[in-house]
């Protein structure tokens, strides 16, 4: 399953409410009206459950590596369940906050409002 992993603490994040597409675990991902989303809680499938578009901290595998990487546009690559600097067929999710290395966790700011 599509996984995020959220590390900041609560206060720093903002959630919205959405019916699950499918059974999703914490930590799973969602696109919601365009938007990367992670599940906050356990949701079952067609219930309405709470999902997390705004973080200042999360991780998740990298597709790339990119040393300079910091401050560019993150996307959310579905198929391959992993966050890159590649727009095409991919879903802006955020910003880098360092350098990235292909296979493995990659820092980033979930915020879908991000524009850079």
Same mark, same amino acid.
């Given at each position: 399953?599509?996984?995020?992993?959220?590390?900041?603490?609560?206060?720093?994040?903002?959630?919205?409410?959405?019916?699950?597409?499918? +059974?999703?675990? *914490?930590?799973?991902?969602?696109?919601? $009206?365009?938007?990367?989303?992670?599940?906050?809680?356990? /949701?079952?499938? #067609?219930?309405?459950?709470?999902?997390?578009?705004?973080?200042?901290?999360?991780?998740?595998?990298?597709?790339?590596?990119?040393?300079?990487?910091?401050?560019?546009?993150?996307?959310?690559?579905?198929? +391959?369940?992993? *966050?890159?600097?590649?727009?095409?067929? $991919?879903?802006?999710?955020?910003?880098?906050?360092?350098? /990235?290395?292909? #296979?493995?966790?990659?820092?980033?700011?979930?915020?879908?409002?991000?524009?850079?």
């Amino acid at each position: 399953m599509d996984e995020i992993k959220i590390l900041s603490g609560t206060e720093r994040l903002e959630t919205l409410e959405a019916t699950a597409t499918a +059974d999703r675990e *914490v930590g799973d991902v969602q696109i919601i $009206n365009g938007l990367v989303c992670v599940a906050y809680e356990t /949701i079952a499938n #067609g219930e309405v459950g709470r999902f997390i578009h705004q973080s200042e901290l999360a991780v998740a595998p990298s597709g790339v590596t990119d040393a300079d990487a910091a401050g560019k546009a993150a996307y959310w690559d579905a198929s +391959d369940s992993q *966050v890159t600097t590649t727009s095409t067929d $991919n879903t802006k999710c955020g910003m880098f906050l360092g350098p /990235i290395t292909s #296979g493995e966790e990659a820092d980033f700011r979930l915020d879908n409002s991000i524009n850079l």
